[in-house]
């Protein structure tokens, strides 16, 4: 099956920092990433979805200089959360689709705290 | 504005009976029905998937069920076992992009 990795699996950092989280498909490759975020007992939110070597697009609320995302190659997505602050403690998921229609693969996760 | 509702965050169920989750949505774009499974801290995993051409789709123990014209779908899980516990998230696509809703918590006691 479609294997996604993400890294770190989790991070702590301290507020005003920079932290990116790498997204990458292991045994296919990846035409379009998503990045979610969930909060505890809430659901998976779309942040934005990137397609290989184009920019990404944000939803609606997203800041796209907080929140900058990368996809340099088809494997291989990162998401660089900029000068955190502690309401961006969160739970960050990728998830990567090839050619199949609808099917996401998702990664494990990554779990920021920001002090 | 939450398109996709799971209206029961939490499910208990017997091992061995049928657990059944639901899930509403209201925009009629959507093209695509998920069923995820999640453990906390994990991302999560697809179980199954139905498109809106379908009313039913059926793999091994879960079965979807799918009414466009009330805009409503179900995951019936039969037997239901102990390693079923976990979150369930419904998911709807349109474009490719999905819209989660807010998770059912499934436990299924021996």
């Known amino acids: 099956g479609a294997v996604v990795s993400q890294h770190p699996s989790w991070v702590i950092c301290k507020s005003g920092t920079s932290v990116k989280i790498e997204c990458r498909s292991l045994d296919f490759q990846a035409t379009t990433m998503f990045w979610y975020r969930q909060f505890p007992k809430q659901s998976l939110m779309l942040m934005a979805t990137?397609?290989?070597?184009?920019?990404?697009?944000?939803e609606q609320g997203v800041e796209k200089d907080k929140f900058l995302i990368n996809h340099a190659s088809l494997t291989l997505s990162t998401l660089t959360v900029t000068s955190a602050h502690p309401e961006d403690s969160s739970f960050y998921i990728c998830s990567a689709s090839d050619s199949f229609p609808n099917e996401q693969f998702f990664g494990p996760g990554t779990r920021l705290t920001v002090l | 504005d939450q398109q996709v509702k799971q209206n029961s965050p939490s499910l208990s169920v017997q091992e061995g009976r049928i657990s059944i989750l639901n899930c509403d949505y209201t925009?009629?774009?959507?093209?695509?029905f998920l069923w995820y499974k999640k453990y906390p801290a994990e991302g999560p995993t697809f179980l199954i998937s139905?498109?809106?051409?379908?009313d039913k789709n059926e793999d091994g123990r879960f079965t979807v069920f799918l009414n466009k014209s009330a805009k409503h779908l179900s995951l019936h899980i039969v037997p239901s076992q102990p390693g079923d516990s976990a979150v369930y998230f419904c998911a709807a696509s349109a474009k490719r992009k999905l819209i989660f809703g807010q998770g059912t918590e499934l436990s299924v006691k021996p």
């Open positions: 990137s397609n290989e070597g184009s920019k990404a697009t944000y």
């Open positions: 139905i498109s809106s051409i379908k």
């Open positions: 925009n009629s774009m959507f093209d695509y």
